[in-house]
T-cell receptor, first 114, second 111 residues
Framework: DARVTQTPRHKVTEMGQEVTMRCQPI?????VFWYRQTMMQGLELLAY????????DSGMPKDRFSAEMPDATLATLKIQPSEPRDSAVYFC????????????FGPGTRLTVL | GEDVEQSLFLSVREGDSSVINCTYT??????LYWYKQEPGAGLQLLTY?????DMKQDQRLTVLLNKKDKHLSLRIADTQTGDSAIYFC???????????FGTGTQLKVEL
């Protein structure tokens, strides 16, 4: 049963620290998405990759956030420096890049910045 | 712009039917989806409908699409406590599998 995995599942850190979240997409999926979910803003798309190339990161605060795919089995989302307003659940999703197909979500990383 | 709107909350009694509504703006959407998010978990695909269909039934789930009004609904028959979750509708946006998600509807099932 193929699944998207995310690590860590929970992260508590202090303001100003660097945070790195990792995602392993489902083998064979060539699109990867990063989302942020908060009570106030709902589900926001942060970044979108196809074949490891970033296609859309317009939803991501560029000054502190960065998203990369070092290889096809790993996607990372970094926040440096972190701020309390970054506290949220961050989801990674992957999928085959076809309209008929959809996205498969990981369990999320719950980030708390004190 | 692309906005997908849903009502925030719905409360039903166990055994009743639930109807969750969604309005979308992108008339070129090819597929429309319903996702379910249980507490502490990621979103899970429930069902989808192709834009040239009016209705799709899948066990207890019925999806209705009114393309003229850009209105999508999800009916859950015989709602159970395990159906308590947040339900998101989503539409394809810009080709491929990039999606625009709605605001989510929290369904609470009471005994």
């Amino acid at each position: 049963d193929a699944r998207v995995t995310q690590t860590p599942r929970h992260k508590v850190t202090e303001m100003g620290q660097e945070v790195t979240m990792r995602c392993q997409p489902i083998l064979g999926h060539n699109t990867v998405f990063w989302y942020r979910q908060t009570m106030m803003q709902g589900l926001e798309l942060l970044a979108y990759f196809r074949n490891r190339a970033p296609l859309d990161d317009s939803g991501m605060p560029k000054d502190r956030f960065s998203a990369e795919m070092p290889d096809a089995t790993l996607a990372t989302l970094k926040i440096q420096p972190s701020e309390p307003r970054d506290s949220a659940v961050y989801f990674c999703a992957s999928g085959p890049d076809r309209v008929i197909d959809t996205q498969y979500f990981g369990p999320g990383t719950r980030l708390t910045v004190l | 712009g692309e906005d997908v709107e849903q009502s925030l909350f719905l409360s039903v009694r166990e055994g009743d039917s639930s109807v969750i509504n969604c309005t979308y703006t992108d008339s070129s959407s090819t597929y429309l989806y319903w996702y379910k998010q249980e507490p502490g978990a990621g979103l899970q695909l429930l069902t989808y409908i192709f834009s040239n269909m009016d209705m799709k039934q899948d066990q207890r789930l019925t999806v209705l699409l009114n393309k003229k009004d850009k209105h999508l609904s999800l009916r859950i028959a015989d709602t159970q406590t395990g159906d308590s979750a947040i339900y998101f509708c989503a539409e394809t946006a810009g080709g491929g599998n990039k999606l625009t998600f709605g605001t989510g509807t929290q369904l609470k099932v009471e005994l």
